[in-house]
């Protein structure tokens, strides 16, 4: 209650108060909120609209018009067709009578009815853009959703080493603590050399936290950007310890299997391809007469022209019909024809060869992900085996520094392998996520280690080239 009185004291959103988010919620935001998934959004709304135009296409085709015109002459007679009755009736003279006001209205409609098969493949064609919009927006969410991972996981990187970096300097502390105690005892084992280069590696720790610091900072910017975060709203995100990879990777083949299938890149080029086979398929027909039912009604009143009783004359004043006629419609542009039919084929066969380049290079994509993260798995269970060594190194270096049996060079250079090993660990456990999310991006679902059923590894599985001897 307090912090929400004291959010509306301060104009603060709500938003701004919520609980730090964590990366499923991270995700979540950012495959709705990216403007990258904006935009594919909207263009699906295009798509969409396209299509229901295409579906409608069959929809009768109704003109209508109104019109008041005048001044019209005055046409006077008997209204069978009989000599005019008065002198304005005559045509060329300058005599016009008494003028009236000519009132018109009318409709006309055309129904397709047979097409030789134009509209369905109009709107086969509308169906398969919908297909490939649908396709690029799960694109455009899933790399928003590998983005905001990235930068996720390089926030946990980033505060992992300021955490390996304050265990270094809390440990050069300590060994300053002995070197100062050593000193003030006149101990010959020191030296302010020693102090010197205590200090030089003092310093250095503090540049490494503050690249550090600025690393975590990026991060956030970056996580800030890909949920579309307003800027008064203050984003607090709770990370977790970089995880300890624990199965193998599916064989690339299967990932590979998997992604020809998954992938939206993959599906939205075989759309584009079906809907460029249905406009050549259009382009064809075109050869071909559309065959349809024909509607009109006008109706024309003069004020100042008789209205003729008789069916055999012609009266352009004042005028009540109606009619309807099965029609057939054709244009005879066999040139124009000919270029857009080539043009619907050209573009066809460009749409495979973008498709089949689109699968090479998923192949190639999956591939060097997949190689990466491996590596990466790899280099998680060395740099693990190096840091309990580094480690076991600089306590015996500090106990023996202690007791006055070592030196200070071999003391820092074990914090130094230490700190070394604990930061490379730590990349190696961020690389392993980021490539797992990358390849699920690849595969176009989520990837995830297999643990075998008969043993479930503490560390992954390396090749046998790698295992220690």
Known sequence: ?????????????????????????????????????RESQAQLQWFRAKYEEARWAWFPRVESYVAVAGPTPEARNNGLGGPPTTPASLQYDLDFGQVGVQFRAGAEALLPIYTFGKLDALEAAGAKGVEAGEALAARAADEAELQVSQAYWGLCLARAGVNVIDETTKRLDEAKKTLDRLRATESPQVSQMDLYKLEFYRQQAEVQKNAATQGEEYALAAIRLLIAAAPEDTIEVTTEG????????????????????????????????????????????????????????????????????????????????????????????????????????????????????????????????????????????????????????????????????????????????LASASAQRAQALHDVQVGLKTLSRSVGQPVLLQIPYDVAPVTPPVSESLQPR
């Open 242 to 417: 970089l995880p300890d990879p624990k199965g193998q990777l599916e064989a690339a083949p299967s990932l590979l299997e998997q992604a020809l299938t998954h992938r939206p890149e993959l599906r939205a080029a075989e759309a584009g391809v079906a809907a460029r086979e249905q406009e050549v398929l259009i382009r064809e027909r075109m050869y071909y007469p559309d065959f349809g039912i024909a509607g009109f009604a006008r109706w024309v009143w003069t004020t100042s022209a008789t209205r003729q009783r008789s069916a055999f004359a012609y009266d352009p004043y004042n005028d009540l019909s109606a009619g309807i006629a099965l029609v057939s419609r054709y244009t005879w542009d066999f040139p124009q024809k000919s270029a857009l039919l080539d043009a619907a084929r050209a573009e066809l066969g460009k749409m495979r060869a973008q498709r089949d380049l689109l699968k090479a290079a998923v192949r190639l994509e999956l591939e060097k992900s997949h190689g990466e993260t491996r590596a990466a798995m790899v280099r998680v269970e060395r740099q693990t085996l190096a840091e309990k060594s580094a480690r076991r190194w600089a306590t015996a270096a500090y106990a023996a520094f202690d007791l006055g049996t070592g030196d200070t060079r071999d003391l820092v250079e074990s914090f130094s392998a």
């Open 1 to 37: 209650m307090r912090a929400l009185i004291v959010s509306l004291i301060l104009g603060g959103s709500l938003a701004a108060q919520a609980a730090p988010l964590t990366l499923s919620e991270l995700i979540e935001r950012a495959r709705k909120n990216d403007h990258r998934v």
